[in-house]
């Protein structure tokens, strides 16, 4: 179905006060980058709903597709123009009634008029309108209370707007309403879960690997890569850090008795991503922990681990059990990557018995022993950043002439 | 030189050659390999799977093999095996190439029973009796979509739906003469398995797919390192796999195009054919584009073969395969063809690449080499 205009509903936002129109104005600027390869799109926002005007009506179907993943959208209704014609306005509803027949056979007319001046009122609108698709779409009955297909009719100073289909947006909040996080990306199914909650509330991202060769191989960083890109579909585009960390594992194996090196790792990693934050400006650390999913997920643990930072710690699955968090995996299409069995640096060098309650002195008392500070300054300045898109695929592209 | 042998085989695309050149030379790591040359290949192989999937229009399961006997063998033992718990009862047509109808003759012998459905004189069967040979027991149905020999093309769409509608079987389509040449989608016609070669649609010997279609099992028939999700064990063929995606991709985005020509030149020598008294056209009318089946009954389709190759032109008796053994074709007499229509038959069978032109050209070779052979011929000689 080609449309002219698209109908934006807020949900979220339009319950904000003084900084609603930050709110818009973000929503506005990211609606206009996913749809910055198409033809130039016009904007109209109101305080509860924005129209925009598309240059292309063929265009509607990408447009739509891109819709659907952008966060702060409600619910978006594609909306099709006609003149103040009654016999446009019949032939253009029926039409647009044929194009979403496959919803069901229960119908109603829902005619607005806000040109008061129109000759025909409410009631005969609905008559008028109603009668016509009847008689021209098969096999629909009308009903009030719950239809199928509820054909909106606005008739407007300038023209006629109609839309028959109500599609489901991503709700949340505009990405970058919520400032920047930094998120700890492993490569399981968990980081970018967590992730993708913090970006629907509005939060941008960057995302830090570890990376330790040879003991995780180059498949495990270009599945951190594929997760990353994945993850910027919601966005335009994400950048992450892949910080070299091998030396610092070694050295901790070597220092700290074994059943402490976990927690310790931990805390290494927490303090690189602390630094690297902080030269990114981020305003938080994003996690995939769960509560008591692993032996560095008890609250003893984070206890232990969180004392090398005051940051802000978001968690958004704390509370979460597995099987929702692959729900929400698979429903963002990062599961099957995220399964594939490559080893992460948290999985090489575990301990057999991990410590679930570790002590904070003991824990300190072990590190002093090393200059870790020298060490972590070394890992941050070698960490490789690379910004990805969601059409990441450097590899697949340059196969693409083989096929 | 005039190549009238294409369902032999096909001579390859020079695109696919160079694909399958440049990843033989520059990917040649084991896509098992977990090093970065194995990743390499590996992606290779995932992206050539994924491609292949997409030119047969669906979501199933692609599996690698040798080509369309492997396939074949595959699909037929893997489902009669996984299946018999289920029912021994199975059902073929008798017009099926060698690779199908020796797996259920072999599948007789180890207890099975097997119903051969009979072709009417156009080579094709009927639904009606599909319908009433499909019972309880029955685990499978293989049907071929087009006969290497006669061209004659099979309803697999209605076939389809009538399999599934009365029983539960699996349904295996061996595609191996149709595809690239009639569409063909499985997920429309209720197609469990589906057997492909490429060589027959101007890729390379020794690579073919597998394609599968639902979630039911099939039994591995080659055991090992358990490549290919378990179904075929052996080092994956990198290139192969690459090479056949490309002529697939090839084939399907011509296929139109290339239908109409492949229809022009085969109507342009039955008319030829149907004026030559010394000839009989054996392919029924509106069957497969590329295949005509044409017989000499006076002359043994040998005969015929070796005459017009010493003017260049290259066909065969009814198949390649079964040609160089004396016995008589098993589909045209399936067909009720006499003898002597049998003994004289030859196939033509074309590529998009032989023009109208060239068939001109094989009108006139035909004029000048056939009758002469006929003089010294009398009926009673024979």
């Known amino acids: 179905m080609n449309a002219e205009r698209i109908l934006i509903r807020y949900g979220e936002i339009s319950t904000k006060g003084k900084n609603r129109n930050r709110f818009i104005s973000q929503l506005e600027n990211n609606i206009k980058n996913t749809l910055s390869d198409l033809k130039p799109v016009r904007f109209d926002s109101g305080r509860d709903r924005m129209h925009i005007e598309l240059a292309d009506a063929s265009e509607t179907e990408v447009v739509i597709s891109r819709l659907k993943p952008v966060f702060g959208i409600q619910s978006f209704s594609p909306v099709v123009k006609a003149s103040k014609d009654l016999d446009d306005v019949k032939q253009k509803a029926v039409d647009l009634v044929k194009a979403v027949r496959g919803k069901g056979d229960l119908f109603k007319v829902k005619a607005r008029r806000a040109d008061k001046k129109y000759p025909l009122d409410t009631n005969e609108l609905n008559l008028e309108i109603g009668s016509h698709v009847l008689r021209n779409v098969d096999g629909l009955t009308v009903e009030m209370k719950k239809p199928d297909i509820e054909l909106v009719v606005e008739v407007r100073e300038e023209a006629v707007y109609l839309s028959a289909e109500t599609i489901q947006g991503a709700g949340g909040m505009p990405i970058g309403t919520g400032n920047k996080a930094s998120l700890m990306l492993s490569g399981g199914l968990d980081s970018p879960v967590a992730g993708y909650q913090m970006m629907k509330r509005g939060v941008e991202i960057e995302a830090i690997h570890f990376f330790s060769p040879p003991f995780t191989s180059e498949k495990a960083k270009e599945k951190v890569k594929e997760l990353t890109a994945i993850l910027s579909g919601f966005s335009g585009s994400i950048k992450l850090h892949i910080v070299p960390f091998t030396k610092i594992q070694q050295t901790i194996h070597q220092q700290v008795p074994e059943n402490y090196t976990m927690t310790s790792t931990r805390r290494m990693m927490l303090r690189i991503a602390d630094e690297i934050r902080k030269k990114t400006g981020s305003r938080a650390i994003i996690t995939g922990e769960s509560l008591g999913q692993v032996a560095s997920q008890t609250l003893e643990s984070m206890e232990a681990i969180n004392a090398v930072s005051s940051t802000p710690i978001l968690r958004p699955l704390i509370a979460a059990d597995k099987t929702e968090i692959i729900d929400i995996a698979k429903e963002i299409g990062t599961y099957e990557t995220s399964i594939l069995p490559y080893e992460d640096c948290c999985t090489i060098f575990t301990p057999a018995a991990p410590k679930t309650k570790p002590k904070l002195e003991k824990v300190e008392f072990y590190e002093s022993f090393v200059d870790f500070d020298a060490l972590i300054q070394e890992a941050v300045e070698q960490t490789e950043s690379v910004k990805l898109t969601v059409g990441y695929r450097a590899q697949e592209q340059k196969f693409e002439e083989l096929f | ?382």
């Open chain 2, 1 to 382: 030189m005039l190549y009238l042998d294409n369902s032999a085989t096909t001579k390859p695309d020079p695109a696919v050659l160079e694909s399958y050149i440049k990843v033989t030379e520059q990917y040649y790591g084991n896509p098992s390999s977990l090093h970065g040359m194995g990743e390499t290949a590996a992606q290779l192989v995932e992206m050539a799977r994924k491609s292949a999937a997409l030119y047969l229009n669906g979501s199933g399961k692609v599996i690698f093999t040798s080509g369309g006997t492997e396939s074949n063998n595959l699909a037929i033992k893997g489902f009669a095996q996984s299946l018999r718990s289920r029912g021994n009862h199975l059902i073929t047509t008798n017009i099926e190439h060698p690779s199908v109808l020796e797996v259920f003759r072999h599948l007789e012998k180890e207890g099975f029973a097997v119903t051969y459905l009979p072709v009417d004189e156009r080579g094709v069967i009927s639904i009606d009796q599909l319908r009433s040979a499909l019972k309880k027991e029955t685990i499978l149905v293989s049907i071929m979509h087009v006969n290497n020999e006669i061209g004659s093309v099979q309803p697999i769409e209605e076939a389809g739906r009538v399999i599934k509608n009365h029983s539960r079987a699996m349904f295996h389509v061996d595609a191996v003469q149709s595809f690239g040449k009639l569409p063909i989608d499985p997920d429309k016609a209720g197609i469990d398995a589906l057997s492909l070669s490429a060589h027959k649609f101007h890729g390379l010997k020794g690579t073919g797919l597998l394609y599968l279609n639902t979630d039911q099992q099939v039994v591995s028939q080659m055991l090992g390192g358990s490549q290919e999700f378990g179904l075929r064990s052996g080092t994956v063929h990198t290139a192969g796999a690459v090479a056949l995606a490309k002529a697939m991709r090839l084939a399907s985005e011509q296929l139109e195009e290339h239908r109409k020509h492949l229809i022009e030149g085969r109507d342009l020598l039955r008319n030829f054919f149907e004026t030559r008294e010394e000839a009989e056209v054996v392919s029924a009318n509106d069957q497969a584009p590329h295949i005509l089946a044409v017989s000499v009954p006076l002359l043994k389709g040998e005969v015929v073969v070796h005459a017009l190759e010493k003017m260049g032109v290259y066909l065969s008796t009814s198949s390649a395969c079964s040609s160089r053994i004396t016995k008589k074709s098993h589909v045209l007499k399936a067909l009720g063809l006499s003898d002597d229509v049998i003994k004289g038959a030859f196939r033509i069978s074309l590529s998009p690449d032989v023009s109208l032109n060239d068939l001109e050209e094989f009108k006139k070779i035909w004029e000048e080499v056939i009758p002469p052979l006929l003089e010294g011929v009398k009926r009673n000689e024979r």
